[in-house]
């Protein structure tokens, strides 16, 4: 499966962004999918999981509320909607896909493909 993240950019504090996923080579229904996000000098961070059918979403903590997982496994895409922007939402942004859904959905090594990133800047 190939993943291909888009939809970052520069946005003032309180703005929003969606975040797009394309996926191809593989059976996008068929896997789950995450948000990952990594800030300069940080590990890797678990941001939001959306299950095969949609049903079933996760999210971190500091951005419930704010940000919504979505998914169309019609285009083979998966979406994350964020809203309420603050300067520490600032990284890059991951899309990863799991060929099941594991117990925890938010360690990197539940997921088995990833895309290349997409960068978010929020100014304050």
């Known amino acids: 499966v190939q993943l291909q993240a888009s939809g970052g950019g520069l946005v003032q504090a309180g703005g929003s962004l969606r975040l797009s996923c394309a996926a191809s080579?593989?059976?996008?229904?068929?896997?789950?999918m995450g948000w990952f996000r990594q800030a300069p000098g940080k590990e890797r961070e678990f941001v939001a999981a959306?299950?095969?059918?949609?049903?079933?979403?996760d999210y971190v903590a500091s951005v419930k509320g704010r940000f919504t997982v979505s998914r169309d496994n019609v285009k083979n895409t998966v979406y994350l909607q964020m809203n309420s922007l603050e300067p520490e939402d600032t990284a890059v942004y991951y899309c990863a896909a799991a060929r099941v859904w594991r117990p925890i959905m938010t360690l990197v090594t539940a997921y088995d493909y990833w895309g290349q990133g997409t960068q978010v800047t929020v100014s304050s």
């Open positions: 080579g593989g059976t996008f229904a068929s896997h789950a």
């Open positions: 959306i299950s095969r059918g949609g049903g079933t979403t």
